[in-house]
């Protein structure tokens, strides 16, 4: 006989769960008391968007389902912009939810939401748990709907009553995630476009990438001299000193590989949805039917003609598909030129152009690809900082990007706590704002509490930057909503118990850094920039005469 709870978390148990962020509840006591001698650790933190960031994290760094536990009402709905994420980013992960006891549901009792309809249109799905004894059913059916297809978040609200319920129940078996490959007549297929492409490009994507994925990737474009970019926060998919990588489909992208999707005649997007981050507002490729040949490699059939009608749609796992194209004979290339051409600019994009200010971020990046080792894991939320971030950033190593492809604000400090959970050894750099880091301090005290020396560099430009820069473009000299009076961030730093520190010249970041590394504490450097200086492309005042 075990009651509900115990049954939920044996069932995570089987299903390989490791780690599981909550914020707790009265509603979901049974569950912590049966985590409480269960071999998976949990992490309280300190807001629910931090607990589902971070739990979304995990999803991304491990491949596996984040567990977020959360209570009713209040917790659910502050955990929705992890759960969000996960939906926009293809990430597996369970939101599960202590919930009001079955008999007062309809009654709108105490912070009773109905799961159903508010998920419903965020999350892949999101039912009642309504039965103890049939929770080994509903986690199975939640493992496998996280994981198959294209993953992503499953929410499960589970009634009081229910989690206190004893009854006999037998475990389920761990569950099972088909893998479909690739039709031989579809790889045939491929190969024969191939032949006729002059132009063509391959975008990588997310839904269920691996490091061997990219390996394979990286071997199919380098024997066939492809050019392969990638999606929006998808920089870590193939090792970019490959030399048939070209760049980030992201935003603030490079113009000329902007070009280069527009002009390309075959189009191979490996994973990803062709959104619209990548795809610039859906017109460097124009839905439904693009003028470039597509053939589109998805896990999900339903992503497959979903926005754009493909050439050649293809279901496959994409490790599958990328070990089936590396195994295919190797063409001649007719591109040569296209993508040398492509590499060329892509080098020529991570030469920074010197900044504004005694501080020069360009700078402090260029540092930090010499310093960072490989396996570094680097997270952000959202704003212009991003967009150095992002630019002069090189990853060789799956799993190293641990960023919000949703965009959501917020989002680093708690992903960074996730990454040095996942990999005590690694150095995690967190890269934010003083508008995005204030969304995510409280998870700065999480890093505190269980003892994770995390790095985040906060660029302070005293404003919600981007904001600002699209309010110049569109209503120049009407600031409103956008300028920031800030607190002392390095002093908050200590006295939440990190190391903090102010920089303010190029030349004192070095030694800063190292001195943040060396701390052994969570480490918070503030980097001072010139306002002037809004992106790396285009400053305040040139925003201003009308320029960018
Ligand atoms: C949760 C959320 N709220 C609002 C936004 C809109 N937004 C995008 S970037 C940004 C400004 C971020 O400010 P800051 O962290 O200071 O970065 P900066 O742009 O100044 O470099 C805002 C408000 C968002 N992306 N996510
Ligand atoms: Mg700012």
Redesign the pocket.
Known sequence: MRNGGRILVDQLELNGVDLAFCLPGESFLPVLDALYDSSIRLVSCRHEPGASNAAEAYGKLTGRPGVCIVTRGPGATQAS?GVHTAMQDSTPMLLLVGDVPRAFRGREAWQEVDYPRVFGGLAKAAWHVDDAARIPEHLARAFSLTLTGRPGPVVLALPEDVLADTTEAADGAPVQVPRPVPRREDLDRLGDLLAAAQRPLVVVGEAGWTQQTGDDVRAFCEANELPVACAFRCQDFVDNHSPSYVGVLGVAMDERLAARLSDADLVLAFGGRLGEVPTRRYTLLEPPRPAQTLVHVHPEPRELGFVYEPDLPIVSGLPDCAAALRAVEPVEPRWREWTAAARADYEENLRHESMEGPLDLGEVMAFLRRRLPGDTVQTC?????TVWAHRFAEFTQYGTQVCPRS????YGVAAAVAAKLVHPDRIAVCF??????V?SSPEFATAVQYDLPIVVLL?N?G?????RMHQERQFPGRVIGTD?VNPDFPSLAVAYGGHGERVERTDDFEAAFERALASGKPALLELRVDPERISPRVTLSELQKGAG
């Open positions: 912009v939320g959202a704003g212009n900082f965009g959501s604000m917020g934010t704002g003083d508008g995005d880091f969304m660029v430009n404003m919600y930057a981007t904001i920031l």
